[in-house]
Structure formats: structure tokens, C-alpha cells
């Protein structure tokens, strides 16, 4: 996932979140852009497959 992909995904959920879900969000979004191979979204999306 790149940078542009997390904001897309917290532009979106902003209108479903509120402000103490959209923090945790954010940081899931940044853990998966710091460390894509160890990632929860990387890992969930693994997982469908």
C-alpha cells in the first residue's frame, strides 16, 4: 500500500468513524506503510487469497 491508497481509505471511512476510531485507523494505515510486510493489511489481505 502507498500513501495515497491510506489517505483514499481515510477519507472514506471518516464519514462511517468517529474521532477515536479514525485515530486507530490511522495508526493501522501507518504501521502498514512503515512495515508493509509485517502489516495487519498486508496480513488480512493475505489471508483472503
Avoid: F, V
Wanted: hydrophobic share 30%; net charge negative; glycine share 2%.
Amino acid at each position: 500500500m502507498n500513501q495515497e491508497t491510506a489517505n483514499y481509505i481515510m477519507q472514506r471511512m471518516s464519514k462511517y468513524l468517529d474521532n477515536s476510531q479514525m485515530i486507530k485507523l490511522k495508526d493501522t494505515l501507518d504501521e502498514s506503510l512503515r512495515r508493509p510486510e509485517d502489516g495487519i493489511l498486508e496480513k488480512s489481505s493475505q489471508e483472503l487469497l
